[in-house]
Structure formats: structure tokens, C-alpha cells
């Protein structure tokens, strides 16, 4: 039972984060996605390098990331962005700067969809 209730907690996050990236791409003009579907996409891929790569970054930048207060935290999340953005066909980024906003304004967007829907988060 438990299992199937993840797999669409899973699914939800899914949806929710092509909502918050088509949003995202809506007020950004230096952001382009083809469709839904690209978004659920990146949206999947920008999960799993949060989850994988950066882990390894953070660990790799402890010193600057520390040196800035934890602002460099910013510039690795546009890094995966630009590399989510090389990734996947029908998702670009017009540079780093334009991907640095895509990152804030999309965890604010996320944040605001997960209150507004009363995401449980334990």
C-alpha cells in the first residue's frame, strides 16, 4: 500500500514541478519549453541531479560555499539548470544568468504550490 502511495506522491511532485516550470517560463523570456511534457521532464531531471550531482558539487565547494554564506548554493543550482537545459530537447536557458532566475523564481513557485495545496512534507 505503501508503495503505490509514493508512486503518486511521486507522479503529484511530478505534475506540480511542470506547472511550476511552464509557469517559470511564462514570466522568464530567456526561458523556452515546448510542452507539457518537456517540463515533466526536465522537472524529472532536475530532481535527479539535485539527488545525485548535487550532492557531489556542494561537497566539492564546501570552502567558496562557505566564503559566501551559502550564496554559491545559487550558482550550483543554475549550473544543473544549464546542464538539465543541455540535456533536454525542447528545454533552453539563454545563459546563466537567465538560469539563475529560473532557479529562484521556480523554488518560489514550487514552495507556493506545495503551501497552496497543502503538501505534507515529513
Not at 36 to 49: D, E, G, Q, Y
Not at 86 to 96: D, L, T, W
Given at each position: 500500500?505503501?508503495?503505490?502511495?509514493?508512486?503518486?506522491?511521486?507522479?503529484?511532485?511530478?505534475?506540480?514541478?511542470?506547472?511550476?516550470?511552464?509557469?517559470?517560463?511564462?514570466?522568464?523570456?530567456?526561458?523556452?519549453?515546448?510542452?507539457?511534457?518537456?517540463?515533466?521532464?526536465?522537472?524529472?531531471?532536475?530532481?535527479?541531479?539535485?539527488?545525485?550531482?548535487?550532492p557531489l558539487l556542494i561537497l566539492l565547494t564546501i570552502p567558496i560555499t562557505v566564503f559566501t554564506l551559502?550564496?554559491?548554493?545559487?550558482?550550483?543550482?543554475?549550473?544543473?539548470?544549464?546542464?538539465?537545459?543541455?540535456?533536454?530537447?525542447?528545454?533552453?536557458?539563454?545563459?546563466?544568468?537567465?538560469?539563475?532566475?529560473?532557479?529562484?523564481?521556480?523554488?518560489?513557485?514550487?514552495?507556493?504550490?506545495?503551501?497552496?495545496?497543502?503538501?505534507?512534507?515529513?
Amino acid at each position: 500500500m505503501s508503495n503505490s502511495k509514493d508512486a503518486v506522491n511521486i507522479l503529484i511532485q511530478l505534475v506540480l514541478g511542470g506547472i511550476a516550470i511552464l509557469i517559470t517560463q511564462y514570466i522568464l523570456p530567456g526561458v523556452v519549453v515546448e510542452s507539457f511534457v518537456t517540463a515533466i521532464v526536465v522537472a524529472a531531471l532536475i530532481a535527479i541531479l539535485n539527488l545525485t550531482v548535487k550532492p557531489l558539487l556542494i561537497l566539492l565547494t564546501i570552502p567558496i560555499t562557505v566564503f559566501t554564506l551559502g550564496l554559491f548554493l545559487l550558482v550550483i543550482n543554475a549550473l544543473l539548470i544549464m546542464l538539465a537545459a543541455e540535456i533536454v530537447p525542447g528545454f533552453s536557458v539563454g545563459g546563466f544568468w537567465w538560469a539563475l532566475l529560473f532557479g529562484l523564481i521556480l523554488g518560489l513557485i514550487n514552495s507556493l504550490l506545495g503551501v497552496s495545496l497543502g503538501e505534507n512534507r515529513r
